[in-house]
């Protein structure tokens, strides 16, 4: 280019030489007027390589050819003919090879200048273009970063890098990861060698995937409070924030999701299978002829800790994990009767006899209540009704008259003497620690048993009922024999071997009074007199039971007090 540019001045100052003496006046002020393209042309002169300094000459004549028109003489100048003067300076014109003279050189300096202010404001432009550059491309490069359709760079669910993908790309990074295999729900219940397994069938499981990349997607995406009062724009804001998520990492984890109340359900059905009450060995058959009896098995009971379980599962559920395997125990329910426990404890429990007439009617009677009595199995919380079990004694079921209580006097009737009957049932069930629930004393005291320990009945409003409190079974036995009424009671044996004996305590005595009461009765033989009452003396007597353990009382217990009439002899005449 300085070559280039030194070459020029020479040829613009040889033309100035020429030109001067010609044009003194505007010799300078020559300013040509050229075309756009001319002015490209000069412009590109300005960036000639070395290489083209060769055919620069030629480029300059055929430029300075164009400016001729615009010269003031049309006509050719004619080189001088006359020799210069020692004084004056030589002017050597430079004559072009066609014969035409160049345009004034002042042209093409200022075309000169114009051009080198050209490329002074290119090279400005460049400059201010090159800042710009310099300055977006940065801007350019957080726009591409926070446009990115991907979750930011930093990211991890469940330890699994999901930063710069896209949303499907996470899904089935976390699918496919083979730490995430043990998110598959199938939890091992095992309980008492049984075992159940828990799979999303039974229990519909899922993790919060979804909601979790949701999270990891708007990382960088979203501004904050925090920036409407600083300097810090939104775009800003979000480039930092993934860049700092870049630096430090996000940790997002996924949630188990299952509904606590079907849980509550699945350790339902496995108490179902598992809990179970204990079934106590019982009496199967009693045979009364010969006194013994046959046992069923007895079996253990179980009780699972259903709300304990149930916990187990919710924290396996919560720790996520899903494959967990729990072993759980019921708890042991003892029976609370076993068959070796029958075997040793049902016998005898207690027994009693009282003696009869030689009325052949009323023995007969005492026979076939005590049948009706005999083969009696009580169960626990069941009540013995005398009435219900012999139901009313009529001459239909071989009931004959005999001598019975009415109305404070002495009358035949059908069924006449059961009451022996049931007075000894009384007693037999008293000492067998029965619960008494109705019982009352006759009129007077009976002769068969001592005061206190007798029990009257009558169809069908006067009745003697007891209830088995016990919680095994008991069995009545009663016959009659050789003027004998005896009831016995099979079952467990009372606690701690005791025996249970029965005492009375006379309270008062009401002697009637020496007169007898005298009534007329039309119907009898003139002359005749009768004893309808017979005077009888009052008793108030209260019975115990009286506990006795190795022949040594160990308490009493207060049973009944019985209320004996005095009666006041009465006599009949005519």
Known sequence: MARTQHIRLQMQEAMEAQLRPAFPEDAFSLRPVETPEEQMNDAAMIHRTEEDLAAYPDMVYQQTARRRRFARHSAPMEPPTEQPTADEPVQT?????????????????????????????????GYAVLRWHSAYAPFRQKVDIVSQDTIAQGVLIDQVHVGGMTRAQAVQALVNDASLSDMVLRMTIQVDGETWIITPQELPFLRNTGDVLDTAFAIGRQGSVETIASSTTPFEYRYQHLYHTVATHVDLHTEVTYDPATVRYLVGIIEANINRDAVDAQVATFDFA????????????????????YQQIIDALNRKDLQAVIVASSEVITPGITKAELMNSFSLVSTYTTQTTSDANRNNNINLAANAVSGTVLMPGEVFSFNQTTGQRTAEKGYLPAAAISGGATV?????????????????????????????????????????????????????????????????????????????????????????????????????????????????????????KKARTGYVVDTYKVYMRNGREVRRDFLCTSNYQMIQQVLEYN
């Open 412 to 532: 035949d009737e059908i069924g006449g003497g059961v009451c022996q009957v049931s007075s000894t049932l009384f007693n037999a069930a008293a000492m067998a620690d029965l619960n008494i629930l109705q019982r009352s004393p006759h009129t007077w005291p009976s002769n068969y048993v001592d005061k206190g320990r007798d029990a009257t009945v009558n169809w069908p409003n006067l009745d003697f009922s007891f209830q088995n409190n016990k919680s095994t079974p008991i069995f009545l036995v009663a016959w009659y024999q050789q003027r004998q009424c005896t009831v016995e009671i099979y079952g467990a044996a009372l606690s701690g071997g005791e025996t249970i004996a029965l005492e009375t305590q006379l309270i008062s005595t009401t002697e009637p009074p020496a007169d007898a009461i005298f009534e007329l009765n039309p119907s009898l033989a003139p002359g005749t007199v009768v004893e309808k």
């Open 290 to 309: 010969q006194r013994t009896f046959t046992f069923t098995e007895d079996r253990a009971g179980a009780k699972l800790d259903g709300e304990k379980l």
């Open 93 to 125: 014109p430079l004559v072009p090879a066609d014969g035409e003279l160049y345009a004034p050189r002042h042209g093409g300096a200022m075309w000169a200048l114009i051009a080198l202010v050209c490329a002074t404001l290119i090279a400005l432009l």
